[in-house]
């Protein structure tokens, strides 16, 4: 059964610190992506990665960044959390050759900054 | 930019009844996938239509693309309480371009 998992389902930070967020997902799958979802505003796309050590872009990347160390392994860093962080977040990831890039959802991580 | 437009928000029914929910855009898609995600959960892939006018059955749930690839319907049949959850619809324009344009879902509430 494929399978992507996040490494904490709730978290609580403090204003300023720096938060990491693990995703491992075990279909070899090229590409990975990290969401935040927020009532009203449906999931938004921070940062998406295609392989190993390459990264673009989504829709709302200000105050975050990710690694892409491993090919199963795709990580979002808030360099300094702010209280506008506080979200849903998920994680997915697809096969790069894949014909319609469905997506394969972790169960989220719903972080707190206070 | 792409933009998915669902319909209705939100929808309360009671067990039984028939329901349908609308994704619309602007925009042509390579294709159109519906997901399901339940309370404190990540999605979960429905059904995937590529072929204008194609109509997909997934049990008592039947998916539909339009002629022209710019919408899609889902209608619930008979709707019972494990249907409840928020339904995202995404398109995905094809090519080299990775992303999904999602919806902002609709939240349904199957009442027993």
């Known amino acids: 059964d494929v399978k992507v998992t996040q490494s904490s389902r709730y978290l609580v930070k403090r204003t300023g610190e720096k938060v990491f967020l693990e995703c491992v997902q075990d279909m070899d799958h090229e590409n990975m992506f990290w969401y935040r979802q927020d009532p009203g505003l449906g999931l938004r796309l921070i940062y998406f990665?295609?392989?190993?050590?390459?990264?673009e872009k989504g829709d709302i990347p200000e105050g975050y960044s990710v690694s892409r160390e491993k090919k199963e392994r795709f990580s979002l860093i808030l360099e300094s959390a702010s209280t506008n962080q506080t979200s849903m977040y998920l994680c997915?990831?697809?096969?790069?050759?894949?014909?319609?890039?469905?997506?394969?959802f972790g169960p989220g991580t719903r972080l707190t900054v206070l | 930019t792409q933009l998915l437009e669902q319909s209705p928000q939100f929808l309360s029914i009671q067990e039984g009844e028939n329901l349908t929910v609308y994704c619309n855009s602007s925009s042509v898609f390579s294709s159109l996938q519906w997901y399901r995600q339940e309370p404190g959960e990540g999605p979960v892939l429905l059904v995937t239509v590529v072929t204008g006018g194609e109509v997909k059955k997934l049990k008592r749930l039947t998916f539909q693309f339009g002629d022209a690839r710019k919408d899609s319907s889902l209608h619930i049949t008979a709707a019972q309480p494990g249907d409840t959850g928020l339904y995202l619809c995404?398109?995905?324009?094809?090519?080299?371009?990775?992303?999904?344009?999602f919806g902002k879902g609709t939240l349904l509430t199957v009442n027993p």
């Open positions: 990665s295609y392989d190993v050590k390459m990264k």
């Open positions: 995404a398109g995905y324009s094809g090519g080299s371009n990775y992303k999904l344009t």
């Open positions: 997915a990831s697809s096969f790069k050759l894949g014909a319609h890039n469905e997506q394969f």
